[in-house]
């Protein structure tokens, strides 16, 4: 049966699938699959709609996304045109035409109700079948499919894990959503930490995929299908595989001069730009000032007939304002530009709401800078194109450069001595480094110089490459201790094998990146800060092609003279003057040490009391008890991992009482 739908007015962003495959009907299909969609509201706020088959205990939840065809045409979830598949779509096929044109001239021309691009990759699928139409797919998506004909039920990922997709199983009730909360509305789900998730959680400050924090429960992995018949296990297969493509481009990369490649970038980010600038709705840009953000910025106002719409945030704090960066490229490429200073009650007003966002632990304070951002931008448009992805596309993140040059110069030095010259510098506090190096000029200093002369020693200590990498994306640096009990969930960088597929350091640090912190950190955070108001957020950089083609260029057009995004910096000197974006990385954070020190520190103290830790007997009280110590005497700065450990308990106290 297809069960009624509810109607509003159009133009909200965004969009949630959820579902269930329940063939026992342990609980009532509608009404669970409406608790479970009405939990994804805020993804899409347009529309809801379900659709449940009770004979094979199947259902389909949606939460509207109204970006392209705002009509009713394209409510979902949506049959297609010859009945046997019915889909719940999240995400944007950017090339959706070009499958209708592809459709069209191979005599497949259906009725469409409307230009949804999901009639198209309906029709796709009913011709072609899952796998070929999502090897043709240019975009971000997650959807899950049902095959009424095989009784199959067919999730779906885009490649670079933009769109998240939750999946989870216990005797013959499936699962699946965008988030989840979605899961906690349906009667039969019982949720239970896992502590092995929680100690890679502890080490990461994200869960990695494929876990999940709850047991029974998995992401499914960027690039990947999942197949699953009523009484059979899931099944799942990857479509796209970044492992073979780095192997490939770096075995054999392409013979281009500079300018053959720089005219090849500019043509296929630019196109990547304009596919991503088609929308029924009003469209702009977050601009930092930086690289990656400047570059999509200027390539949208290229394109553009009229000003673009930019946004940016600013704080009155050394070392985190990047508002005149942003407002010096915004008027050289005469985008129409807003930008909000932020004062710090704003900032400390978001952080009680994180655990809301955020229903799975998660840890990167960026996250706070993160919504602040989108929601100034939804007061404006509804869609926003984001410089995300950049660093690890393009080599951009300092360590890349940084940790292989010394890990190449230090590498000869027996190890005793490398320990030796760590211990003196871990003999000095960060903000000690801070104040000693504070006299050198500043064009010659980091950001954060004190965290990078530990980081160098985090270099010295370590007893090869991949000891050096996992060390550099640690925030705890034995989890096991702080969960006690626990083994680790593992993820692909404990896969030494990985060096056969790209032996170069940098690259393998790259291709490790992209395979876990991009998805698990930085795209879970744009998603659901955008999403909590609301904003779809575009990502050009991530598209596919743009991948494919960073991988397939030898190492000196991504990085040259010790610094990295070669290539996209010489994109972008086509539009903009190097002077008003060449200047030190500075991220997108904010003070969060000195305010778990001070405005926050009632509230930290509340959740690192003994107590609080000690409840429920997942935590071990006294490492995180010591770390709190020495951070509030200045003696070490323990903020991303006591950040870790806040965010967990917060979460566990929003999602986890009794």
């Not at 009945?83 to 035409?97: F, K, L």
């Not at 999730?155 to 670079?160: M, P, S, T, W």
């Not at 910025?297 to 960066?325: C, N, R, W």
């Not at 950049?390 to 890990?407: K, N, P």
């Amino acid at each position: 049966m297809l069960c009624a739908r509810r109607q509003a007015e159009p133009g909200h962003p965004m969009c949630g699938l959820t579902g269930i495959l329940d063939p026992r009907l342990s609980a009532p299909l509608d009404t669970s699959a409406r608790a479970m969609a009405a939990a994804l509201a805020h993804r899409g706020p347009d529309a809801d709609g379900v659709w449940c088959d009770d004979g094979a205990g199947v259902a389909l939840g949606h939460t509207r996304l109204s970006i392209i065809d705002l009509s009713p045409a394209g409510a979902q979830p949506m049959a297609s045109a010859c009945g046997r598949y019915v889909i719940a779509y999240n995400g944007e096929a950017y090339n959706a035409e070009d499958i209708r044109q592809e459709l069209a001239a191979g005599g497949t021309a259906p009725n469409y109700r409307g230009h949804s691009d999901t009639e198209v990759i309906l029709a796709a699928i009913s011709t072609w079948g899952v796998r070929p139409t999502v090897d043709r797919l240019i975009g971000m998506f997650a959807f899950a499919l049902w095959d009424r004909e095989e009784r199959c039920l067919v999730l779906a990922r885009d490649r670079l894990g933009i769109k998240p997709l939750y999946w989870g199983e216990g005797g013959d009730l499936f699962l699946f959503a965008s988030e989840l909360k979605s899961f906690h509305a349906h009667p039969g789900f019982k949720p239970e930490i896992d502590p092995a998730a929680l100690a890679a959680y502890m080490r990461y400050n994200y869960v990695p995929a494929p876990a999940a924090i709850y047991k029974g429960v998995a992401k499914l992995e960027p690039g990947c299908l999942l197949i699953k018949q009523a009484g059979q296990p899931a099944r799942v297969e990857r479509y796209w595989d970044l492992r073979r493509i780095a192997h490939d481009g770096q075995a054999a990369p392409r013979d281009l001069s500079d300018a053959a490649a720089i005219d090849d970038a500019d043509r296929l980010i630019g196109d990547a730009v304009k596919r991503r600038m088609v929308s029924d709705v009003p469209l702009g840009a977050f601009l930092s000032g930086g690289i990656d953000s400047s570059t999509v910025a200027a390539l949208m106002q290229a394109q553009s007939s009229g000003p673009v719409k930019t946004f940016s945030i600013g704080f009155d704090v050394d070392g985190f304002d990047e508002a005149p960066h942003a407002a010096a490229v915004a008027k050289h490429l005469g985008t129409e530009h807003t930008e909000l200073y932020v004062d710090p009650d704003q900032a400390l007003d978001v952080i009680p709401r994180l655990p809301d966002f955020y229903d799975e632990p998660f840890a990167d304070s960026s996250q706070i800078p993160t919504y602040l951002v989108s929601a100034l931008t939804r007061q404006h448009v509804t869609v926003a194109l984001s410089g995300d992805g950049g660093d690890e596309v393009f080599a951009g993140y300092t360590r890349y450069a940084w940790g292989d040059l010394l890990r190449r110069r230090t590498g000869w030095i027996p190890r005793p001595l490398r320990a030796g010259a760590a211990g003196l510098l871990y003999m000095l506090s960060e903000e000690t480094w801070d104040r000693a190096l504070s006299p050198l000029p500043a064009r010659c200093l980091p950001s954060h110089p004190g965290q990078k002369m530990h980081k160098l020693a985090d270099v010295l200590a370590q007893p090869d490459d991949m000891a050096l990498y996992r060390r550099l994306i640690t925030a705890w640096r034995d989890p096991a201790a702080l969960v006690p009990g626990a083994t680790e969930t593992p993820t692909v960088a404990w896969d030494d094998n990985v060096r056969d597929d790209v032996p170069a350091f940098m690259e393998c640090m790259q291709m490790l990146d992209t395979l876990t912190y991009l998805p698990d950190d930085i795209l879970t955070k744009v998603d659901r800060a955008s999403m909590a108001v609301s904003l779809e957020a575009r990502v050009p950089l991530l598209d596919h092609r743009v991948v494919e083609f960073a991988w397939s260029l030898p190492r000196h057009m991504r990085v040259r003279g010790g610094q990295g995004k070669w290539i996209l910096r010489r994109v972008l000197d086509r539009y903009v003057p190097r002077d008003l974006t060449e200047r030190p990385k500075m991220g997108f954070g904010i003070p969060v040490d000195h305010w778990i020190k001070g405005p926050l520190r009632e509230w930290a103290e509340d959740l690192l009391s003994v107590e609080a830790l000690g409840d429920g007997g997942l935590l071990d009280p006294a490492p995180i008890r010591h770390a709190w110590g020495e951070h509030l005497a200045g003696t070490r700065n323990r903020t991303t991992e006591l950040w870790s450990v806040l965010m967990f308990q917060a979460w566990r106290r929003r999602w986890m009482a009794a």
